[in-house]
């Protein structure tokens, strides 16, 4: 939800704000639950949960796993992850992304079922000063799942506003 966050921000602070960068962001549409919501202790169900997040189901590593079955298991934690969950999807931002006019990197994953590609064709047509670069065998944490391309993307970016001061 990371994504949907920066975008609120931006659209309420926007002199904070010098540029942007998304990667599978909500804020248009996101199928986050999938057909069911997260079944507490039953650690093979988080397991395949946090697998679908990636293109590779090994990059979720037993830590990983080990760290949302956690959550998971955490009533007050499940709750307001439904809750922030639910929010996101009731706070469709498409009609305001037009007021963003700052720089923004949209990366996304061409295998991202979360928030699949069309979601960053999607933003990169409503935000007028964007880029969209998809990488291929990836899900939706390309910093995650692919950092060396995701940071050579990120760099790139970067690179071209500080040439712009």
């Given at each position: 939800m990371g994504g949907h966050v920066a975008l609120v921000h931006v659209l309420k602070h926007p002199e904070l704000i010098k540029s942007l960068t998304l990667t599978g962001s909500s804020g248009l549409f996101e199928n986050g639950m999938g057909d069911s919501y997260p079944k507490r202790g039953d650690y093979e169900y988080i397991k395949k949960k946090t697998q679908l997040t990636f293109y590779d189901p090994e990059t979720a590593t037993k830590e990983l796993v080990d760290e949302?079955?956690?959550?998971?298991?955490?009533?007050?934690?499940?709750?307001?992850?439904?809750?922030?969950?639910?929010?996101?999807?009731?706070?469709?931002?498409?009609?305001?992304l037009n007021q963003i006019k700052q720089p923004t990197l949209l990366v996304w994953g061409n295998n991202d079922i979360?928030?699949?590609?069309?979601?960053?064709?999607?933003?990169?047509k409503l935000i007028p000063n964007s880029e969209l670069h998809f990488i291929d065998k990836c899900g939706h944490a390309p910093m995650m799942e692919v950092p060396e391309e995701f940071n050579a993307i990120l760099d790139s970016f970067l690179q071209k506003q500080l040439a712009n001061t």
């Open positions: 949302v079955f956690e959550i998971t298991n955490s009533r007050v934690k499940v709750i307001k992850i439904i809750a922030l969950a639910k929010s996101a999807i009731r706070n469709n931002l498409g009609e305001e979360i928030t699949p590609p069309f979601v960053g064709k999607e933003f990169n």
